[in-house]
């Protein structure tokens, strides 16, 4: 099987600019390709979801720690059991979620059916009414961050980009095809980002591909920023309904952000059928369950190449102080 093709690269935290205008991501290495691999791929011309830039952190103690209660996620969290560091790198000790990432299965099926899709999404929704109660905004949902446990179930990881917030903040970050309008003009963004990526990972989940891709990280942010979307013609009308509320440019009027909260999103006619007392118990039945030869099988993982991590230098002891308690 030929490697996925690559996004763009997620935006590390950085305080924005001035301007007001789409900041422009520097591309990866190597020639950068179409969000879709170029021309239509897999069987009868279905798009593959595209793969974006793998937001792996080795830990340099040089950035900035998110220290966030995910382990206590009551059904959809990674959870953590230790953390340490030396002068070169930060170690987490993570439970081993075997089912692998959601991101794979779309890649293999090229798209979801609109049950399959209602499942995770319905899993996600109450991930993220958790994760604001708590005053966590998450920043980072994409396909590549929701894990499937050995039962089928859901796991956010990576809370590397979630912020513990009661107001808003300024910080750039986030995969480009997922950033909420708010975030790319530099206005101060709070939870309602995360039920803006809500609408492109549903859409992306029963479509294959996002609502807003391009060649390059800028094209992207002027497609977001336009808001034009183009459903396929698959998609029945409540879930396109669902979506359009969702990617509403005014946060004010986004599904999930009004007085109602996540209330709002559950309450909404695609997700008709669903028990939601159900959803946290972890009731429903999955659609996809994991195939697994033993208790350490590793084989729903795909294999990088980590080699970058052998000439890292050690950092100050000004930069390791950041980290004392970790």
Not at 85 to 91: A, K, M
Not at 187 to 211: C, N, Q, T, Y
Not at 273 to 286: H, N, Q, S, T
Not at 309 to 325: I, M, Y
């Amino acid at each position: 099987m030929p490697p996925p093709p690559r996004r763009p690269p997620r935006l590390r935290p950085q305080e924005p600019g001035p301007a007001r205008t789409p900041p422009r991501a520097p591309r990866p290495p190597g020639s950068l390709r179409a969000p879709h691999g170029g021309a239509r791929a897999g069987r009868g011309g279905r798009r593959r979801p595209p793969r974006r830039t793998r937001g792996a952190h080795r830990g340099r103690p040089g950035a900035r720690a998110a220290r966030l209660p995910a382990g206590r996620l009551p059904h959809a969290g990674h959870r953590g059991f230790w953390t340490g560091h030396d002068d070169r790198f930060l170690y987490m000790l993570m439970e081993f979620v075997p089912g692998g990432e959601l991101f794979s299965y779309l890649r293999n099926r090229g798209r979801f059916s609109s049950n399959t899709g209602l499942f995770y999404a319905a899993e996600i929704v109450c991930a993220i009414e958790y994760l604001h109660s708590r005053d966590i905004v998450y920043r980072d949902l994409k396909p590549e961050n929701i894990l499937l446990d050995r039962d089928g179930h859901v796991k956010l990881t990576d809370f590397g980009f979630a912020k513990k917030l009661v107001d808003k903040t300024w910080t750039l970050c986030g995969t480009p095809e997922y950033l909420a309008p708010e975030v790319i003009q530099s206005k101060g963004h709070g939870r309602a980002v995360d039920w803006w990526a809500l609408g492109i990972l549903i859409f992306e989940m029963l479509s294959g591909f996002p609502p807003f891709f391009d060649d390059n990280a800028f094209g992207i942010y002027q497609k977001i920023l336009a808001g034009k979307i183009d459903f396929p013609r698959h998609l029945e009308f409540s879930v396109k309904d669902l979506i359009r509320k969702l990617l509403v440019t005014d946060r004010t009027r986004r599904l999930g952000n009004m007085k109602n909260g996540a209330e709002d999103v559950k309450q909404h006619r695609w997700f008709r059928v669903v028990d939601w007392g159900a959803v946290p118990e972890r009731k429903l039945k999955p659609p996809i369950v994991p195939k697994l030869c033993s208790e350490d099988d590793t084989s729903n993982f795909e294999a990088y190449p980590e080699n970058d991590w052998t000439s890292a230098p050690p950092v100050s002891q000004k930069e390791l102080d950041v980290f004392k308690n970790f």
